[in-house]
């Protein structure tokens, strides 16, 4: 099976990512807000310029998964009460991806699992990193951007390359002993790590996102935010496990000993992951 991309086009397909539009620019003003020291009536109101952005923030946190008690009648209360400042931009940040990139064309594509592995690794990602030894830990709340975004470039190339990429993701279920990764550089040239990369280094996202986005697949990565990248790639790793797995088969749990987290307590949040699956899925509805 042979792509329609041909070797000598790889630069012009990393030339179509880094010359791709910016957001539009109501969400140029928006994401700019959100790297700013700014207080949670400001980052409402910036919010609220963006409905579609509102509309979905506010549909989370009156979800069951958040289980208020108290309705959640505004942005703002959302914010305060309910998810917070460092979850709502996350939100916020992955809701503007989405909306950016829409891989319709690409029949290959399956936006729920897609969604669905980003959330279950940003969820599992921020709950490993809190008992990660202190002399490794990582912002918890940053791993879980980082965890939600880290497969960004697999979107990206749906979006740019949708009938490449039908093939990619069909090659590369047939070829079980293959991981998507090899499949694109295969049949594209270059993966979806690049991809992103190139991507949220243009959005000028933050150092640490940017390198999970570009090295959580490379184990043996020991530069800045490395820790950061051995938790996501774990989590990813056991996510997948969870959503594409038979019921009857054994999952297995990465070593994390490098950064003195046990098998055990790697259990231990997954069995609580799942438990909490049903409820924790509900915040895919926000990006699909």
């Known amino acids: ?73 505004s942005i703002h209360d959302a914010i305060v009460r309910v998810l917070g400042f460092s979850l709502v931009k996350s939100l916020v940040i992955g809701v503007i991806m989405s909306g950016a990139f829409p891989p319709r064309r690409c029949p290959g594509f399956d936006s729920r699992l897609f969604w669905a592995s980003a959330v279950l690794s940003a969820t599992l990602t921020r709950s490993l990193a809190r008992i990660t030894a202190p002399a490794h830990r990582p912002n918890p709340d940053e791993c879980f951007l980082c965890g939600l975004l880290h497969n960004i470039g697999v979107l990206v190339l749906s979006h740019l390359f949708p009938g490449d990429m039908s093939m990619v993701f069909a090659a590369a279920a047939q070829k ?69 797995r038979a019921d009857d088969a054994e999952l297995q749990f990465p070593d994390l000993a490098n950064l003195r987290i046990s098998p055990d307590e790697i259990a231990t949040v997954w069995q609580r992951t799942v438990k909490e699956l049903e409820s924790v899925l509900e915040l895919v509805e926000v990006f699909v």
């Not at 996102?209 to 996501?232: I, K, M, N, Q």
Request: some cysteine.
């Open 1 to 73: 099976m042979h792509s329609t991309v041909l070797p000598l086009e790889i630069t012009n397909g990393i030339r179509r990512i880094q010359e791709l539009p910016p957001v539009r620019e109501s969400h140029q003003r928006l994401m700019s807000v959100l790297n700013e020291d700014v207080n949670a009536r400001d980052l409402a109101a910036a919010i609220e310029t963006c409905p579609e952005v509102a509309a979905r923030v506010l549909g989370l946190a009156r979800s069951a998964y958040f289980g208020q008690r108290i309705p959640c009648r």
């Open 176 to 244: 079980r002993d293959a991981t998507l990764m090899e499949m694109e550089s295969k049949m594209l040239g270059f993966d979806h790590t690049r991809a992103g990369g190139v991507l949220v280094r243009r959005w000028q996202l933050s150092p640490v996102v940017c390198t999970v986005v570009e090295r959580h697949r490379d184990a043996d990565y020991r530069g800045a935010f490395w820790p950061s990248c051995a938790l996501v790639n774990a989590s990813a790793t056991v996510a997948t496990q969870l959503l594409t």
